[in-house]
């Protein structure tokens, strides 16, 4: 059973653009969710985690909304860069991130055209 | 500080072998978790050691084990490996306390032959 869905499977946005990555999840023990961002060959990197006592959460052009009744949340990246080209990994778990492991989505490829 | 590091890089093995991966956390981390990202899969939590103790483990059979020593590393074992077991095998550790973030190594690309 697959707890957290995200969309899209892929997704291609014009340098400077926004890119928005969508995550819906099932379980209402979770109460953190973090998203990865992983380029190839490399293991997965913590950008930004949230949980559920904010509506939002900033940190430089990374934004997560959250929305608790609706179960859903999602990462913005705003003024999107070639850089950002790579593979985000929404995620959630039920005590922070320790006693049951991460439930990961089954991940974005996000590309940036210059 | 040095990251999560993982070895070997990359192990190829043939059906029924075993395997053993070896992960080192971040200085100061007592958690050590693992994961599977298999293709087509996402990736999927495996087992949590904590304080040298297997906490938790996700749906995966017991042929997957493991271990945790007193410096805080860990070992992953797969014994009697299934064409299915290829994957990369991420490890992440965090701080003690079940509310800290988990930071990822570069994992080991287990092929099966």
């Known amino acids: 059973q697959q707890q957290v869905k995200q969309s899209p499977q892929s997704l291609i946005v014009q340098k400077g653009g926004i890119s928005i990555i969508n995550c819906a999840y099932e379980?209402?023990?979770?109460?953190?969710f973090p998203w990865y961002q992983q380029f190839p060959g490399k293991g997965p990197a913590l950008l930004i985690a949230i949980r559920p006592d904010v509506s939002e959460k900033k940190e430089g052009r990374f934004t997560i909304s959250f929305n608790k009744s609706a179960k859903q949340f999602s990462l913005h990246i705003m003024d999107s860069q070639p850089g950002d080209s790579a593979t985000y990994f929404c995620?959630?778990?039920?005590f922070g991130g320790g006693a049951d492991g991460l439930t990961f989505g089954k991940g974005t490829h996000l590309i940036i055209q210059p | 500080e040095a990251g999560v590091t993982q070895s070997p890089t990359h192990l190829i093995k043939t059906r029924g072998q075993q395997a053993t991966l070896r992960c080192s956390p971040i200085s100061g981390h007592t958690s050590v978790y693992w994961y599977q990202q298999a293709l087509g899969l996402g990736l999927q939590f495996l087992l949590w050691?904590?304080?040298?103790?297997?906490?938790n483990r996700g749906n995966f059979p017991p042929r997957f084990s493991g271990r945790q020593f007193p410096n805080y590393s860990s070992e992953l074992n797969v014994n009697a490996l299934e064409l299915e077991d290829s994957a990369l095998y991420l490890c992440?550790?965090?701080?003690?306390?079940?509310?800290?973030?988990?930071?990822f190594g570069d994992g080991t690309r287990l092929s099966i032959l």
């Open positions: 050691y904590d304080e040298g103790e297997e906490r």
């Open positions: 995620a959630a778990s039920g």
């Open positions: 379980n209402t023990a979770f109460d953190y």
């Open positions: 992440a550790s965090s701080s003690t306390g079940s509310d800290q973030p988990q930071h």
